[in-house]
């Protein structure tokens, strides 16, 4: 089982730019998250899919677009990169059982933006 | 909407000291509280989790507490080890609108000092 795989690793953008950030779990997961961490300022949830079929908005969408192309996948797409959209970005898969929702992260993506 | 809140931001303690991070949360429905761990350059990981209806759980070095009247929960760690050398999150979840939300605290980053 690989768990959570993100791609790319690391991308530098130019302002305007526009890229798409590619996440795929292998744990039959229904629920998937895209979120973003930045010093300070925590994980902040961007988008989520509770399951295959639906998004929805979290806490800091604006600037970002998300597709749930299948079960295993959920991808994060910048349109016109900015640079405040210079971060980490972690994607994390979940199934809940019962009371629990552990959250399994991907490696991350560090995105530059000039 | 939740809010989670949690201090300190920034942690030294000498190794063999414990380490006390706490957090506060403000829905009452929340009923699942997990921490977890990030090393540098890592994705987070869960390393304990609590939910409502307990007070305390422990895991060799680790334990977390919750008070469910307060709305307050805390990660300890007895015995530092330059290896918990990290930044840990706390979380509170909860059900809504069919899917399990998760809201992360901002991290607390710990140095112990061998």
């Known amino acids: 089982n690989a768990g959570v795989t993100q791609t790319p690793k690391f991308q530098v953008l130019k302002t305007g730019q526009s890229m798409t950030l590619q996440c795929a779990q292998d744990m039959n997961h229904n629920s998937m998250y895209w979120y973003r961490q930045d010093p300070g300022m925590g994980l902040r949830l961007i988008y989520y899919s509770a399951s295959e079929g639906t998004t929805d908005k979290g806490e800091v969408p604006n600037g970002y677009n998300v597709s749930r192309l299948n079960k295993r996948e959920f991808s994060l797409r910048l349109e016109s990169a900015a640079p405040s959209q210079t971060s980490v970005y972690f994607c994390?898969?979940?199934?809940?059982?019962?009371?629990?929702?552990?959250?399994?992260f991907g490696a991350g993506t560090r995105l530059s933006v000039l | 909407g939740e809010n989670v809140e949690q201090h300190p931001s920034t942690l030294s303690v000498q190794e063999g000291d414990s380490a006390v991070i706490k957090c506060t949360y403000s829905d009452s429905a929340s009923n699942y509280f997990p921490w977890y761990k990030q090393e540098l350059g890592k994705r987070p990981q869960l390393i304990i989790d609590?939910?409502?209806?307990?007070g305390e759980k422990k895991d060799q070095r680790i334990a977390v507490t919750l008070n469910k009247t307060a709305k307050h929960f805390s990660l300890h760690i007895t015995e530092t080890q330059p290896e918990d050398s990290a930044v840990y999150f706390c979380?509170?979840?909860?059900?809504?609108?069919?899917?399990?939300?998760?809201?992360f605290g901002i991290g607390t980053k710990l140095q112990v000092i061998p």
């Open positions: 994390a898969s979940s199934e809940a059982q019962g009371f629990k929702n552990i959250q399994y």
């Open positions: 609590i939910r409502s209806n307990v």
């Open positions: 979380a509170a979840s909860k059900i809504s609108g069919g899917y399990q939300k998760v809201t």
